[in-house]
């Protein structure tokens, strides 16, 4: 996206360095990173950074309205509601397409949202890692708002740990060390210190819950939550006798279970901005569009990119039983704009956020960015293909 900084670096790359580069970043936890990891960075200018900046402000305008909460309520299904939500989500992560408009000119455009983290650990590791390999112009950096690792760390730790002792704050998951995620838990625990806990691990008693730490039982008090209900429900079975975590704890929620929801897919038919695609509940399209190979199909209780349906015709449509649970989206065109040795990539680019306690707005902190050749973002569709995978973006700073 920044020219000469694309051909620099791109003539400057070697398979050689890049292999030392992988080689230094799996070495501190040996076989924790199972996704990709592309080539390159992305270079994003000034201009471009202006016009995410503003559509993500404009949805945070947007979760701060006093009627957000009641539009959303249906948006948690009623057996998965947690009690004691507090106010705001922690965590917020907004994903957009970098794409290209009718004119040919390169805009951002909104792809998803999620109230819940993401990579806030990893993504302090692994561009400090790449850093050793490659450098990167001092007038650009992956952190906003003015942060260092130092003062991002120390942010983090502040959101995450709170006023309680760090010993009492726990990362939940199902089964975390099998989760292809988990670099992004190691490197939590690194800089925070906080243990790392699986749902079976945890031991309740009453209204309180416990975990085993050195053959200590150590109250928890608070709990980053790492948990996706869609993913506790297939595994469920499986997982033997667990807490129930929607039942009325004396714990903190770091975010709370409830924003996974509010914030997310089912948001987007509320917003309305330049940069975020058209969307409607299903149920409430009075006409169907008759270009429907415009538009995509996606269900709003899977994640992942389960069940989403691309290339849409009417049959699709008409085998949906419960459309209040479907959104429709119009397409939006990704732009082929990262050169590479062979066909250009596709990227999206995913602001990352935190809400402290007590902050009246979130605070933009990071960024992750995912290379493509295939036709959607994502593992599948990205077999066999070089240049392409997690990457990091460096943002022009403002002069």
Same mark, same amino acid.
Not at 234 to 243: Q, T
């Given at each position: 996206?920044?020219?000469?900084?694309?051909?620099?670096?791109?003539? !400057?790359?070697?398979?050689? =360095?890049?292999? $030392? &580069?992988?080689?230094?970043? @799996?070495?501190?936890?040996?076989?924790? %990173?199972? #996704?990709?990891?592309? !080539?390159?960075?992305?270079? =994003?200018?000034? $201009? &471009?950074?202006?016009?995410? @900046?503003?559509?993500?402000?404009?949805? %945070?305008? #947007?979760?701060?309205?006093?009627?957000?909460?009641?539009?959303?309520?249906?948006?948690?299904?009623?057996?998965?509601?947690?009690?004691?939500?507090?106010?705001?989500?922690?965590?917020?992560?907004?994903?957009?397409?970098?794409?290209?408009?009718?004119?040919?000119?390169?805009?951002?455009?909104?792809?998803?949202?999620?109230?819940?983290?993401?990579?806030?650990?990893?993504?302090?590791?692994?561009?400090?890692?790449?850093?050793?390999?490659?450098?990167?112009?001092?007038?650009?950096?992956?952190?906003?708002?003015?942060?260092?690792?130092?003062?991002?760390?120390?942010?983090?730790?502040?959101?995450?740990?709170?006023?309680?002792?760090?010993?009492?704050?726990?990362?939940?998951?199902?089964?975390?060390?099998?989760?292809?995620?988990?670099?992004?838990?190691?490197?939590?625990?690194?800089?925070?210190?906080?243990?790392?806990?699986?749902?079976?691990?945890?031991?309740?008693?009453?209204?309180?819950?416990?975990?085993?730490?050195?053959?200590?039982?150590?109250?928890?008090?608070?709990?980053?939550?790492?948990?996706?209900?869609?993913?506790?429900?297939?595994?469920?079975?499986?997982?033997?006798?667990?807490?129930?975590?929607?039942?009325?704890?004396?714990?903190?929620?770091?975010?709370?279970?409830?924003?996974?929801?509010?914030?997310?897919?089912?948001?987007?038919?509320?917003?309305?901005?330049?940069?975020?695609?058209?969307?409607?509940?299903?149920?409430?399209?009075?006409?169907?569009?008759?270009?429907?190979?415009?538009?995509?199909?996606?269900?709003?209780?899977?994640?992942?990119?389960?069940?989403?349906?691309?290339?849409?015709?009417?049959?699709?449509?008409?085998?949906?039983?419960?459309?209040?649970?479907?959104?429709?989206?119009?397409?939006?065109?990704?732009?082929?704009?990262?050169?590479?040795?062979?066909?250009?990539?596709?990227?999206?680019?995913?602001?990352?956020?935190?809400?402290?306690?007590?902050?009246?707005?979130?605070?933009?902190?990071?960024?992750?960015?995912?290379?493509?050749?295939?036709?959607?973002?994502?593992?599948?569709?990205?077999?066999?293909?070089?240049?392409?995978?997690?990457?990091?973006?460096?943002?022009?700073?403002?002069?």
């Amino acid at each position: 996206m920044v020219p000469e900084l694309r051909k620099k670096f791109n003539e !400057e790359f070697s398979e050689k =360095v890049y292999e $030392e &580069f992988l080689k230094d970043l @799996n070495s501190k936890h040996p076989g924790a %990173i199972e #996704f990709r990891i592309a !080539e390159t960075p992305v270079f =994003v200018p000034l $201009e &471009f950074a202006q016009k995410i @900046n503003d559509t993500c402000e404009t949805i %945070i305008d #947007f979760i701060l309205e006093p009627s957000f909460k009641e539009l959303t309520e249906r948006a948690i299904p009623k057996n998965e509601y947690v009690l004691h939500e507090n106010r705001q989500s922690h965590f917020l992560a907004f994903d957009f397409g970098i794409c290209i408009n009718e004119s040919g000119e390169y805009e951002p455009q909104l792809i998803e949202m999620q109230g819940f983290p993401t990579l806030f650990g990893f993504q302090v590791y692994y561009p400090e890692v790449l850093e050793k390999y490659w450098k990167i112009p001092s007038d650009y950096s992956h952190y906003f708002n003015g942060l260092s690792k130092e003062s991002y760390i120390r942010e983090l730790k502040v959101l995450l740990i709170g006023d309680v002792n760090p010993e009492e704050v726990i990362l939940l998951e199902i089964k975390p060390h099998e989760q292809k995620t988990r670099i992004d838990f190691y490197c939590t625990q690194d800089y925070t210190d906080i243990a790392i806990v699986c749902l079976t691990d945890l031991i309740q008693e009453g209204r309180n819950l416990y975990y085993m730490k050195e053959d200590r039982k150590i109250r928890v008090r608070r709990i980053y939550n790492r948990i996706i209900f869609d993913d506790l429900h297939a595994k469920k079975a499986e997982l033997g006798n667990i807490p129930d975590i929607t039942s009325d704890l004396d714990v903190e929620w770091v975010p709370h279970p409830n924003w996974f929801y509010r914030i997310s897919k089912f948001t987007l038919p509320f917003l309305d901005h330049p940069y975020i695609p058209k969307t409607f509940f299903l149920n409430e399209i009075k006409q169907m569009p008759t270009d429907l190979e415009n538009y995509v199909l996606k269900p709003l209780f899977s994640f992942a990119g389960q069940g989403v349906v691309i290339d849409l015709s009417s049959a699709d449509i008409e085998k949906i039983t419960d459309p209040e649970n479907w959104i429709l989206q119009r397409k939006v065109k990704y732009a082929d704009v990262i050169e590479t040795p062979d066909v250009p990539a596709k990227a999206e680019i995913r602001m990352m956020y935190i809400w402290k306690d007590g902050d009246a707005r979130p605070v933009l902190m990071t960024n992750l960015s995912r290379l493509s050749k295939g036709k959607m973002i994502g593992v599948r569709y990205n077999k066999d293909k070089e240049w392409v995978g997690g990457s990091v973006c460096y943002f022009e700073k403002k002069k």
